[in-house]
Every structure is written in C-alpha cells, then in structure tokens.
C-alpha cells in the first residue's frame, strides 16, 4: 500500500497538530497536502475552530508568510483565527 494512505486517515488532533507543525516547520507540499486532505472529507471537527477556512486564507497569504519565521507565522495564524471567530458567534 502507499504511503498516502495515511494522508486521509489523520484523526482531528493530529490535523490540528499538522497545522502547527506546518507553522513551525517549512511550509512543505507534503504536510499540506496532509492537511488538506483531512480537511476534504472532515468538515465538522472543531466546531468553534473552522480550521478549514483559516487554513485556507492562511495559504492565501503563502506569499507573505513564507518569509516570515515560525513565530510570525502562528502570529498571523492566530489573527486569522480571531477573526474567524469573531466572525460567526454560530
Ligand atoms: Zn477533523
């Protein structure tokens, strides 16, 4: 079997746990891949934490935050964060 198998059988803490370490880390192909493809068929974990959408607007901002060192980058995480849930009280 292949090793992306693992890629879709994350559970919702080590999802999270890729994000941080995708902030931490260099933002490589492959634990992004990994975090989007919990994302893909795990919509609901996290009500409060619509990591999906942060995480998406994170990488909008690629750009600017591959410069950035790690601590910058869970700064601006986090900012997207606020925002999101400062968004929808839902
Ligand atoms: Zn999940």
Known sequence: ?????????????????K???FLDGELTPLVEEHIRAHLA????CHPS???????LRFLE???R???????LRR?????LMDEEAAREPE
Not at 65 to 71: Q, V
Not at 75 to 79: K, V
């Open 1 to 17: 079997m292949t090793r992306n198998e693992t890629a879709t059988s994350l559970t919702c803490a080590q999802a999270i746990e």
């Open 19 to 21: 994000i941080y370490e």
């Open 41 to 44: 068929i795990c919509r609901k």
């Open 49 to 55: 934490f619509r990591h999906e959408e942060v995480f």
């Open 61 to 63: 901002q690629r750009a």
């Open 65 to 71: 935050i591959e410069k950035a060192p790690p601590e």
């Open 75 to 79: 700064h601006i995480m986090r900012m």
